[in-house]
């Protein structure tokens, strides 16, 4: 079954390559092989049911050098606990910067539903570029590890991935600030953001509130039903990868 989604996802790559660069036969496509890439964020960058994530994939199918230390459960702020009753603290996706010590041709950055889903501080992003970022604030966070990014990484194509509507439940408008607030902080700090939230809510995409979809593109061994959060293989396929691959190509 990996072996045939792989080949028709090849397939889809070489023609989305063709119309990007303007070729006929998508040859452009192999611009990704043996290219370095880092990804860093929560649950869906990590991979919960199927380890690796996205990046594991588009490593294999572009044969691009991945690193990936993203952690499941990660948020974006620090001091952000695991629920409003519990003493431990989440992983935070700033650290991750740290443990970026090598050089890359892409860097690729995730997170913020941790952040809504466990009442972070939103915060508001400054007015300038001087480091004084209130990281225990999803805003300030946001410009941290941007800041780190750039400063650390120059010469890498830096982007981020808004992810898909995960809800199970009817709650967009009360996340709206915090995808409000990632768009503000990618335009402010000129981070190109590959939008699958919008992408899932206002085209033809994945509606997790469809049993048989999220049952087919989330269901795991011990959730046979999807949780509608966490992809599968398939789902990571079909939500991230295909439209992934050439918005990396466009970088």
Not at 176 to 199: F, G, S
Not at 206 to 216: H, I, L, M, S, Y
Request: proline share 4%; net charge negative.
């Amino acid at each position: 079954m990996t072996k045939i989604v792989s080949m028709l996802l090849a397939a889809v790559v070489s023609m989305t390559a063709a119309a990007i660069n303007g070729t006929e036969n998508g040859a452009n496509v192999n611009a990704l092989h043996d290219k370095s890439i880092a990804f860093i964020g929560d649950s869906i960058s990590y991979g919960t049911n199927y380890h690796g994530g996205y990046g594991k994939l588009i490593g294999e199918i572009c044969g691009m050098n991945v690193t990936n230390p993203s952690a499941g459960g990660a948020a974006l702020a620090r001091n952000v606990k695991w629920s409003s009753d519990a003493d431990g603290i989440r992983p935070c996706i700033i650290d991750m910067t740290e443990k970026l010590t090598d050089e890359y041709d892409y860097i690729i950055i995730e997170g913020g539903i941790n952040d809504f889903w466990n009442h972070a501080p939103l915060g508001a992003l400054t007015e300038g570029f001087d480091g004084d970022y209130d990281e225990t604030t999803t805003a300030g966070a946001l410009e941290s590890i941007f800041s780190r990014v750039k400063t650390a990484h120059p010469e890498s194509k830096t982007g981020y991935v808004i992810i898909h509507d995960p809800f199970t439940y009817d709650a967009e408008e009360a996340f709206e600030p915090y995808y409000e607030l990632i768009k503000a902080a990618c335009a402010k700090w000129e981070i190109p953001y590959l939008d699958l939230y919008e992408k899932n809510n206002k085209e033809t995409g994945v509606n997790v509130r469809d049993a048989e979809q999220k049952k087919k593109y989330f269901s795991a061994s011990d959730r046979p039903e999807g949780d509608g959060t966490h992809p599968n293989e398939e789902g990571y396929m079909e939500i991230y990868v295909t439209p992934m691959i050439p918005w990396l190509m466009s970088l």
